[in-house]
T-cell receptor, first 115, second 114 residues
């Protein structure tokens, strides 16, 4: 099955710096890669996603890049703010047909942005 | 608010007991997923249901079972509870259109086994 590795497990940056989180996946059939942000005690929420036919996607201060050949994708946050502090999860979705498929999550990265 | 609801929010019980967690997906979503998140752990996929039928299984223990009802709500049953079952249990739903499946998470149920 799919295996998603996420690094680093913790990341500490100063406000205004950039943060980069990297993930690798094992199953070349995976075609959808969402990133979720989870604040303490709250639900994971989708912040950005990328499909396998796209190499890069940007939404304001957040961007995601995908290298299908190397099977890795990264989340880039620029001009970090204290409210960006949270746990970030990458995931890889392997389709299995119209009615099923599996989303495999990475282990998560605890991002702390210091004012 | 994602549109996915879960009840109860908190559950405290003793070892050996059985509990049922409930999830109502977003209107129109046919798929329901269950995840377990232990302290300092990531999201562990347990099981997926699509329109009432089991579709995918993850790391779900034999003591755990789930089902999805005709109205599409789902229940996760946890039995013979152990201390290690204490965790946050999330339900997520998706429309399950071919090729794309953003999952919307509910607020979770925090289970504490004493």
């Amino acid at each position: 099955g799919e295996n998603v590795e996420q690094h680093p497990s913790t990341l500490s940056v100063q406000e205004g710096d950039s943060a980069v989180i990297k993930c690798t996946y094992s199953d070349s059939a995976s075609n959808y890669f969402p990133w979720y942000k989870q604040e303490l005690g709250k639900r994971p929420q989708l912040i950005i996603d990328i499909r396998s036919n796209v190499g890069e996607k940007k939404d304001q201060r957040i961007a995601v890049t995908l290298n299908k050949t190397a099977k890795h994708f990264s989340l880039h946050i620029t001009e970090t703010q204290p409210e960006d502090s949270a746990v970030y999860f990458c995931a890889a979705y392997r389709p299995g047909g119209t009615s099923y498929g599996k989303l495999t999550f990475g282990q998560g990265t605890i991002l702390t942005v210091h004012p | 608010d994602s549109g996915v609801t879960q009840t109860p929010k908190h559950l405290i019980t003793a070892t050996g007991q059985r509990v049922t967690l409930r999830c109502s997906p977003r209107s129109g979503d046919l798929s329901v997923y269950w995840y377990q998140q232990s302290l300092d752990q990531g999201l562990q996929f347990l099981i997926q249901y699509y329109n009432g039928e089991e579709r995918a299984k993850g790391n779900i223990l034999e003591r755990f079972s789930a089902q999805q009802f005709p109205d599409l709500h789902s229940e996760l049953n946890l039995s013979s509870l152990e201390l290690g079952d204490s965790a946050l249990y999330f339900c997520a739903s998706s429309p399950q259109v071919a090729g794309f499946n953003e999952q919307f998470f509910g607020p979770g149920t925090r289970l504490t086994v004493l």
